[in-house]
């Protein structure tokens, strides 16, 4: 089951908690920005659902309200920062835009951040530099979730990737994945709703394939793909975890553990000048001639068509945007729970 929301008024709802909570305007309309944006895409393990525990880690103090991206180490393309502990989405949308700025300058731009905390769903940073007509790519580093593959007990995070593509008439290529099987947050919804999960999907404590999503929260994720995801997400832990300097593996904080401790999450935004390569226009219609040929390729059985990535998201987007957006009812619930600890009226549905 599902309720509408309008945009507008989840944005007011999580912005006002946020700012009632301690968050200067800025962050709390940055993280609110991702938040709702997550939820128009219809990721909504990553949209207003997790305004609850960035409240309860700001008010024990594992997110800075004060803090400032803070510059580590610049070598003109190339720039390390430091979070200061702050929002996670707040800070790693500044490290995408000092990427962007230095792409513009240099061609390419790196940026690595240490210790910050969750940045919620990596698109929409690979996006603001698909907005500036850039390539986007964004990884981070997560709390221990995931076994690696042939272990029986979690290790890694779920360590997400984004990249980002500009394209000229058609919507731009979004790719956005985590390194597990699913997010940790769909096992905890499945436990929530009382249902089982896919075998595959993760293990039990002893280490043995489980359909039951209590087992699996103390055991452990699987990543996508067997070894190969594994390695995947190794090597995103050693790019935004060690490369930056910050926290790495089981070191890191869970997001819904340790309250009072920062959670010491890595990233790294990468943005790409396509003029850098050629002409831009000639890579978008490159991009579009692309997307209409896969598009255009006949369906296998059991699809309806092929898509694209991120096309989904981005047709959902258009929907919601303009009927609203259905949150589950786990989603709405946790708001209710929100706008209660927080004296505040809960949005209403549409």
Same mark, same amino acid.
């Given at each position: 089951? *599902?309720?509408?929301?309008?945009?507008?008024?989840?944005?007011?709802?999580?912005?006002?908690?946020?700012?009632?909570?301690?968050? /200067?305007?800025?962050?709390?309309?940055?993280?609110?920005?991702?938040?709702?944006?997550? !939820?128009? =895409?219809?990721?909504?393990?990553?949209?207003?659902? =997790?305004?609850?525990?960035? #409240?309860?880690?700001?008010?024990?103090?594992?997110?800075?309200?004060?803090?400032?991206?803070?510059?580590?180490?610049?070598?003109?393309?190339?720039? #390390?920062?430091?979070?200061?502990?702050?929002?996670?989405?707040?800070?790693?949308?500044?490290?995408?835009?000092?990427?962007?700025?230095?792409?513009?300058?240099?061609?390419a731009g790196f940026v690595g951040v240490r210790n910050s905390n969750h940045?919620?769903?990596?698109?929409?940073?690979?996006?603001?530099?698909?907005?500036?007509?850039?390539?986007?790519?964004?990884?981070?580093?997560?709390?221990?979730?995931?076994?690696?593959?042939?272990?029986?007990?979690?290790?890694?995070? %779920?360590?997400?990737?984004?990249?980002?593509?500009?394209?000229?008439?058609?919507? +731009?290529?979004?790719?956005?994945?985590?390194?597990? #099987?699913?997010?940790?947050?769909?096992?905890?919804?499945?436990?929530?709703?009382? &249902?089982?999960?896919?075998?595959?999907?993760?293990?039990?404590?002893?280490? /043995?394939? %489980?359909?039951?999503?209590?087992?699996?929260?103390?055991?452990?994720?699987?990543?996508?793909?067997?070894?190969?995801?594994?390695?995947?997400?190794?090597?995103?832990? #050693?790019?935004?975890?060690?490369?930056?300097?910050?926290?790495?593996?089981?070191?890191?904080?869970?997001?819904?553990?340790?309250?009072?401790?920062?959670?010491?999450?890595?990233?790294?935004?990468?943005?790409? *000048?396509?003029?850098?390569?050629?002409?831009?226009?000639?890579?978008?219609?490159?991009? !579009?001639?692309?997307?209409?040929?896969? =598009?255009?390729?006949?369906?296998?059985?059991?699809?309806?068509?092929?898509?694209?990535?991120? &096309?989904?998201?981005?047709?959902?987007?258009?929907?919601?945007? /303009?009927?609203?957006?259905?949150?589950?009812?786990?989603?709405?619930?946790?708001? &209710? /729970?929100?706008?209660?600890?927080?004296?505040?009226?809960?949005?209403? +549905?549409?």
């Open positions: 089951m *599902s309720r509408r929301f309008a945009a507008s008024a989840l944005h007011e709802f999580v912005a006002s908690a946020l700012e009632r909570t301690g968050a /200067r305007p800025e962050d709390a309309g940055l993280v609110t920005e991702g938040l709702v944006a997550a !939820d128009l =895409r219809g990721v909504h393990t990553h949209g207003v659902l =997790r305004a609850g525990i960035y #409240v309860t880690r700001l008010r024990a103090g594992s997110i800075n309200a004060d803090a400032s991206l803070s510059v580590v180490a610049d070598t003109g393309p190339v720039a #390390v920062v430091d979070a200061g502990a702050g929002f996670g989405i707040a800070m790693a949308a500044r490290a995408m835009d000092l990427a962007a700025d230095r792409a513009a300058a240099h061609g940045c919620g769903m990596l698109a929409w940073l690979a996006m603001r530099a698909v907005a500036l007509g850039m390539v986007g790519v964004a990884i981070s580093n997560a709390d221990s979730q995931v076994a690696p593959w042939g272990a029986r007990t979690k290790y890694l995070g %779920t360590n997400p990737l984004a990249i980002g593509v500009p394209a000229g008439e058609e919507p +731009p290529l979004v790719l956005d994945m985590a390194t597990s #099987v699913v997010p940790h947050s769909r096992i905890q919804a499945a436990e929530a709703r009382g &249902e089982q999960i896919e075998s595959g999907w993760a293990l039990d404590s002893k280490g /043995r394939a %489980t359909t039951d999503p209590a087992a699996a929260l103390c055991g452990a994720l699987l990543p996508f793909g067997g070894p190969k995801g594994s390695g995947v997400s190794f090597m995103i832990d #050693v790019l935004a975890g060690l490369l930056t300097g910050a926290l790495s593996g089981p070191a890191i904080a869970p997001l819904y553990e340790q309250l009072d401790r920062p959670q010491g999450v890595g990233h790294l935004m990468l943005a790409l *000048s396509v003029e850098a390569f050629g002409p831009k226009a000639k890579f978008a219609a490159r991009v !579009d001639n692309l997307i209409r040929e896969v =598009r255009s390729l006949p369906p296998a059985e059991g699809y309806d068509r092929v898509y694209l990535p991120g &096309e989904r998201e981005h047709l959902s987007m258009l929907d919601y945007s /303009r009927n609203g957006i259905p949150l589950p009812d786990h989603v709405v619930e946790a708001t &209710e /729970r929100l706008a209660a600890e927080a004296g505040m009226d809960a949005p209403q +549905p549409l």
